[in-house]
């Protein structure tokens, strides 16, 4: 099993360029979540998806979307990148029951010159 | 607001001493959720308390939680230098599903 697996690893755009993070993993989970990391201060939730067909805004979701495409993938887009947006990106899945353990992915570092 | 506070931010401690890490959360929630996080790393989970009262033990490291303080512990117990890493305490908001993480501790254990 490779558990949670995100791409690209590394991103540099230029302010105003969009893309797209991809996010899947194989562990049947009902529940994704995209997070940032910045220096500091912790992971903050941008947005998640509690089960197939659902979508929730988490603490930062402003300027990003997202799409739940199937069980198993959980994209992130950021449609114009804004220096603000410089960070590292994980998704994270878990099953959604009692316990709810995250399990996270390896993380994307993306900076926006 | 919802807050989850951590204390300290940096613990720089030698081996085979004691120390705990405080963990501090303003909403209700009976899910609480320990992590770690080497440099340049994802996290992992470490582990999860459900319920006041619960304790959880790995090793070296306890956790315990008490939810009508609104708080959790990380108890390190006779350090070694692989423990150094950052240590992550994360809240599900009403039990909600949805996740608050504290801004973490970075513990720095020297041999």
């Known amino acids: 099993n490779a558990g949670v697996t995100q791409t690209p690893k590394f991103q540099v755009l230029k302010t105003g360029q969009s893309m797209t993070l991809q996010c899947a993993q194989d562990?049947?989970?009902?529940?994704m979540y995209w997070y940032r990391q910045d220096p500091g201060m912790g992971l903050r939730l941008i947005y998640y998806?509690?089960?197939?067909?659902?979508?929730d805004k988490g603490e930062v979701p402003n300027g990003y979307n997202v799409s739940r495409l199937n069980k198993r993938e959980f994209s992130l887009r950021l449609e114009s990148a804004a220096p603000s947006q410089t960070s590292v990106y994980f998704c994270?899945?878990?099953?959604?029951?009692?316990?709810?353990?995250?399990?996270f992915g390896p993380g994307t570092r993306l900076t926006v010159l | 607001e919802l807050k989850v506070e951590q204390n300290p931010l940096f613990l720089s401690m030698q081996e085979g001493k004691n120390y705990t890490i405080y963990c501090n959360y303003s909403?209700?929630?009976?899910?609480l959720y320990w992590y770690r996080q080497d440099p340049g790393k994802s996290l992992e989970s470490l582990f999860v308390?459900?319920?006041?009262?619960a304790v959880k033990q790995e090793g070296r490291l306890m956790a315990s939680l008490d939810t009508k303080a609104r708080l959790s512990t990380l108890h390190i117990t006779a350090a070694v230098h692989d423990l150094s890493a950052t240590y992550f305490c994360a809240v599900d908001a009403y039990n909600f599903n949805k996740f608050y993480f504290g801004s973490g501790t970075k513990l720095n254990v020297k041999p």
């Open positions: 994270a899945s878990s099953e959604a029951g009692v316990v709810d353990t995250q399990y």
């Open positions: 909403t209700t929630s009976d899910r």
């Open positions: 562990m049947n989970h009902n529940s």
């Open positions: 308390l459900l319920s006041n009262g």
């Open positions: 998806s509690a089960s197939e067909g659902t979508t």
